[in-house]
């Protein structure tokens, strides 16, 4: 175990130079930025912990301000430290022409040259690799430019598909300080082909709905399925899919997110905090259900939020005979409001539905302003797998430029959600109100649930520097009207591949 601690955090205390002496050495001290700085603590129940300032009886502190590395005190990779690598590459392509594969590609190391590596590619539709090759050797020297071509063959075009080529430069023999094959350099382009459009579904072929209004409830069913959608809350209170249920808490808006380190760091929570209890503390006006045809019902909820001036937040909710939810929310702000923190919408579904799968950017978190180290791809993985906690537990475990995500049980059943176009997403084995209460990485529960968030977006995370630096404007969500959709369903792998189910359009839609 290694440990990596700041003085100024812990001062001269027993405790902190004990764990010290107990190392027969202690690896990259007072490195600022790039390393977690904590001790390994245990609490009175045998969980471990990390420790920063204040965990030590020791006053005045730090908090956990030098908690902020690439890597955590173990050395633990943040998925910062990929964004790093991305961004700090030497090797570099510039599409000339992506319909043929001709590049140029630069050489950016000092003194080497390029014949160390070797280049290969690969080129996927959509979520599956259809052809794949090596690259010609490579031997521009330091500061060179030149020409390239990837040969890869013309695709036949699937409806609504798209394309994307990976090139990548992975070391030719062993380094001393990794072996042959390690990539270090990629970069990844979508590919510009003429596709047919998505397969149409018919509405008026899809089978009819029954709905029923009662006291509290709007509940519209259809075969294997039935959706109730709150007249108090303008949300999905239930979905059942051949009998089980799939919502454990209700699909609402939420404009917030659990501070970060650099949000603490900028006053996030005293700038935007209006955000905050937005979602939970609005005025649902009105909902009204319209049957639009036999096989499609239209159910929309109008709210108000308390931000500014009676900011108005609308959300339309088209049902469909094949079990599909078209989720449109809209805001506008009215009066002195804020810039948003996040534009989504949260629910939670069964502990269950544990296993996540997404078309989009991975397979690390990444967010709006921290992506270009994430390859768009399939991905998937346990709901417990996918979470990256911090040594300060906080928003965490987003992927952003999601096409589609699945959360399914062990049977493959669960359900999808599909961006129109892109979504910002994630899910946690607890709630936002577990994550925002605890301190440390052991006050964390796991609860029989999964909460999911379907977001268009949050603000970027910024990090120029912790102590009042904002994100890029570029990546901020400025007040002013905002529409996202997105469609829900019911799925099992009965219906067939997610990806395809994905890419069907219903008429209208």
Request: net charge negative; aromatic share 10%.
């Amino acid at each position: 175990e290694y440990v990596h601690a700041m003085g100024n955090s812990v001062g001269n205390l027993p405790e902190y130079w004990q764990a010290i002496r107990s190392h027969k050495r202690l690896i990259g001290a007072f490195v600022w930025d790039f390393v977690d700085q904590g001790i390994r603590k245990t609490s009175p129940d045998g969980k471990s912990y990390w420790g920063y300032g204040g965990d030590f009886g020791d006053v005045p502190n730090d908090d956990n301000f030098c908690c902020n590395g690439l890597v955590q005190p173990d050395r633990k990779p943040n998925p910062s430290l990929a964004e790093v690598k991305k961004v700090y590459q030497r090797i570099h392509l510039t599409p000339i022409d992506l319909r043929t594969g001709a590049f140029t590609v630069e050489n950016e190391y000092d003194f080497r040259r390029l014949d160390f590596v070797e280049g290969s590619w690969e080129l996927a539709c959509d979520d599956a690799i259809v052809e794949q090759g090596k690259m010609p050797k490579l031997t521009l020297g330091p500061k060179e430019k030149g020409l390239i071509r990837v040969r890869f063959t013309k695709p036949q075009p699937k409806p609504g598909a798209e394309y994307w080529l990976r090139v990548s430069f992975a070391l030719a023999e062993d380094a001393p300080w990794e072996q042959k094959g390690y990539v270090v350099a990629w970069d990844q382009f979508q590919v510009p082909v003429d596709v047919p459009p998505a397969t149409t579904i018919a509405v008026d072929s899809l089978p009819s709905l029954v709905l029923a209004d009662q006291a509290g409830t709007y509940t519209v069913s259809g075969p294997d399925f039935a959706v109730t959608i709150g007249k108090t809350s303008g949300a999905i209170e239930s979905l059942k899919f051949k009998g089980n249920e799939m919502v454990t808490s209700p699909l609402v808006p939420n404009f917030w997110r659990c501070p970060i380190d650099n949000d603490d760091g900028n006053n996030m929570v005293r700038r935007l905090g209006a955000w905050k209890n937005a979602g939970p503390g609005r005025t649902v006006e009105s909902v009204k259900a319209e049957r639009v045809r036999p096989q499609l019902v239209r159910i929309a909820a109008q709210a108000k939020l308390p931000v500014g001036d009676g900011t108005k937040y609308t959300t339309v909710y088209d049902i469909y005979g094949s079990g599909d939810i078209v989720v449109e929310a809209s805001m506008e702000p009215a009066g002195n409001v804020p810039e948003l923190v996040r534009l989504g919408m949260q629910m939670a579904v069964p502990g269950k539905y544990s296993t996540m799968t997404w078309l989009g950017r991975g397979p690390h978190e990444n967010y709006w302003d921290r992506n270009s180290g994430a390859a768009v791809g399939l991905y998937s993985g346990s709901v417990e797998e996918l979470l990256h906690v911090y040594t300060r537990p906080q928003e965490s475990s987003n992927r952003t430029d999601v096409r589609w995500l699945t959360l399914t049980d062990n049977n493959g059943t669960g359900l999808l959600a599909v961006g129109m176009p892109l979504l910002s997403v994630s899910a946690w084995p607890y709630s936002m109100d577990d994550l925002a209460k605890a301190m440390h990485i052991h006050e964390l529960p796991r609860r029989d649930f999964v909460t999911l968030n379907l977001d268009y977006r949050q603000m970027g995370v910024g990090g120029d520097d912790s102590w009042g630096a904002l994100p890029h404007e570029e990546y901020r969500l400025p007040a002013k009207p905002y529409t996202y959709r997105f469609r829900l369903k019911p799925y099992s792998r009965e219906m067939g591949e997610a990806n395809a189910l994905a890419r069907e359009n219903l008429s209208g839609n």
